[in-house]
């Protein structure tokens, strides 16, 4: 199937007739997941009626080939029987493929919470008809989600691997150095730029592993091993908090199951 027949059903408005039994529905509000208490599941196709016709959720659109309709949560609207989770908490629970999924519609709701007017004139955006693209209604440019590419290395010394803790983000967890890819940088090139700047180190031996789609809001992130080469470690201090070798029998707190920085750190990628 070409991107174009994929796109083809992508639906502003998702009309209630053409949701079939096996879509999944994908209720966010900011970075949670609505679920089910008792056993996490997303909400059924009656769940989700009731809460389409209470007007308790918004800028709701469905992608058929996906098999998933995705909506916003208002503030307030859950219902007794369910509860918001953190999305990573439902990717640790879930494989690959539905991961996937659920990050593909929290990229394209954040996308078209950013994308309401035309960056070049103003104008009004409207969806675009067969594309996952959003057109302006008055100088005709076409706008597709957002997507920013980031490295994540896992650096390795002997039995040691390398680990830090962030100064702003995740700081109840050590993980592995991450950042974007700059303008007109390789991957590679952003490794090494990365681990020079965050810890001070050089690298060896480097080599890609792996990708996953990261929707916080809009990341890819690239996954990468390396060897460490010479060097001490000096933190950056505006990023980190701190960075330590650590033994596989002696690791820190680390990211759950489902991220890029698990698979990483439990060796998924050998």
Request: hydrophobic residues 40%.
């Amino acid at each position: 199937m070409t991107a174009d027949a994929r796109n083809a059903a992508f639906t502003k408005d998702c009309p209630l007739d053409i949701v079939s039994l096996s879509m999944d529905y994908y209720i966010f509000h900011s970075n949670d997941l609505l679920v089910r208490k008792d056993s996490h599941a997303l909400p059924d196709e009656k769940a989700w009626r009731a809460l389409r016709e209470s007007n308790a959720v918004r800028d709701i659109f469905s992608e058929t080939p996906y098999a998933y309709t995705a909506a916003l949560l208002q503030d307030g609207a859950v219902d007794e029987n369910y509860e918001l989770i953190p999305i990573r908490s439902y990717f640790a629970e879930h494989g690959e493929s539905e991961s996937a999924r659920a990050a593909r519609a929290k990229g394209m709701l954040a996308w078209r919470l950013s994308y309401n007017f035309c960056p070049s004139c103003g104008a009004p955006l409207t969806d675009d008809e067969k594309l996952s693209a959003r057109n302006c209604t008055n100088c005709g440019a076409q706008f597709f989600p957002r997507i920013e590419p980031c490295i994540i290395v896992l650096v390795t010394k002997g039995d040691k691997l390398l680990l830090a803790k962030h100064r702003v983000r995740n700081q109840n967890i050590h993980t592995c150095i991450a950042g974007f890819i700059e303008i007109g940088e390789s991957a590679e090139q952003a490794v090494v730029r990365e681990v020079r700047e965050e810890v001070g180190i050089e690298i060896k031996d480097l080599r890609y592993v792996g990708s996953q789609g990261w929707p916080f809001p809009d990341q890819l992130m690239l996954g990468f091993r390396a060897e460490y080469k010479s060097g001490d470690i000096r933190v950056q201090e505006s990023e980190l908090v701190e960075a330590k070798w650590f033994t596989k029998d002696a690791l820190p707190p680390f990211p759950k199951r489902g991220s890029m920085g698990w698979r990483l750190i439990t060796g998924v990628y050998g």
